[in-house]
């Protein structure tokens, strides 16, 4: 069967082979025997019927509770003129809200002129009377054939409802994806459900970008296809895929392809282990194709990302340049910033925002003359003031935009020169009133700062950077942080040697 683990665990009950179960309520033991007898062998649609008997009212709300997947029930009224049977009908409806159980009143000939009014009175599917039934097996394998046939339809509406909603609902889940790779293999998860896939099914996405496929997402025995071997038009590659499985030669299995507007295409194809159904078809190609604006969606911000990643790296770079700094100095602040606050404990997200926004730390160096900027000498108080207002004019650039990144770059701009101790500037802030941001740019930024040449001074050698944190730790940078910038040394010059102007140490 299969499962909807996202809609309540409710699953299909249309499964082929599976027993029909019919529950007769009331009459004897001679008269279930009989009728167990006549219903020996009687297979609907390739599937058994079972008599299940309830001798009385409690025994038959019991069963009913227990086993939702009785798909008639043959209620019995017999010539006393009892009516509580009857309400079995409401217990069923209206106290168990089970609308698919076909209910079928069995009734004595006594009842005959009261069959309209129990008709409008109950919600029952057929009222006969007993002799009616006593026609023939032939009559009473007709009045069950109808009432399954009638359960089967009710069902197989219920699953196609539940279907829809599943569908519905998977797709809006997959907008919390954050990379492509994580919205393809949620993608994967969903349409295993969809078409009633076995666990162990193939299945595999590809998106094809400059005439080339990588894959996205693949389970199976496509987790470890090579892609470079994959031909480039799509009608040759569906071909190949279905020869690494033989099976997949003899069943459709389910494939959808879709161009993309923003130049890319994208293949999905689920292995031929067994050939959908046409609802389960439509069903899959229904979610693929909501699916497919989240895929382009987050294509495009993938795209807006890193372009704007492009323009504050060069934004940066173009400070650093009048200030004749090294060239790859933004980078490897945003490097040492990302994982000093990794490090703290940040999450994956946050680390990343302060990557993007620390490049801009000096953006207020535009502002400041090249005379003093490139001054190899010692440089006036007056000079010194001038320079010390890079910070402010930095954060007055930034400071009106709403952008995470822009609001998280003003911060730096303006904080990453205060001091632990308050002996910093613009505001002499002190301990934890300097953002988290400022306090771990400061040390990202020092520590480039020393260990590469600079117009007015050449690198330091990496003892005296060592013993200048140690000796500053709680004054000039915050002690839990340079802590975790010695403890993670090595990991910091990793990134300097990764993103080195030159060999310093």
Known sequence: MNEYPLNGGESLTTDAGAEWNILLVGGGSDEYSLLSHLLTGFVFEERPVRLIHAEDLSEARVLLEEDPQI????????????????????????????????IVVVADPVWSDMEEEIMVSYDINVFRLKGELDAGIGRLKSALIGSIRGYREFKKTEDEKKSLEYVALSSSLVLNATSLEELAQDVLRHLCSILNTQRSFGGLILQKN?????????????????????????????????????????????SFHSPSAAGTERLIFIDGNRTPSDWEYYLAESYCANTDAVFENLELRNEIESTQKEIIYTLGEIAETRS??????????????????????????????????????????????????NKPGKLTEEEYATMQGHALSGYEMLKHSTRPILKTAAIIALQHHEKYDGGGYPHGLKGNDIHLYGRITAIADVFDALASDRVYKKAWPLGDIVELFRRERGRHFDPVLTDLFLEHLHEFLEIRSRYADEKVF
């Open 71 to 102: 798909a008639s029930a043959l209620i019995e009224l017999d010539a006393s003129g009892d009516r509580s049977p009857l309400e079995l009908v409401r217990y069923i409806r209206e106290t168990l809200h089970n609308a698919a159980v076909r």
């Open 210 to 254: 400059r005439r080339q496929w990588r894959k996205l997402a693949a389970t199976g025995r496509f987790v470890d296809l090579d892609t470079y071997s994959l031909p480039r038009d799509v009608e040759n590659v569906l071909p190949m895929l279905r020869t690494l499985n033989p099976q997949s030669l003899t069943l459709e299995g389910f």
């Open 324 to 373: 004749q700094e090294t060239g790859f100095h933004v980078k490897r602040v945003a490097e040492y910033t990302k994982l000093l606050a990794l490090k703290y404990g940040l999450s994956e997200e946050e680390a990343n925002l302060l990557a993007l926004a620390s490049p801009m730390h000096d953006i207020g160096k535009v502002g400041i003359s090249d005379s003093i900027l």
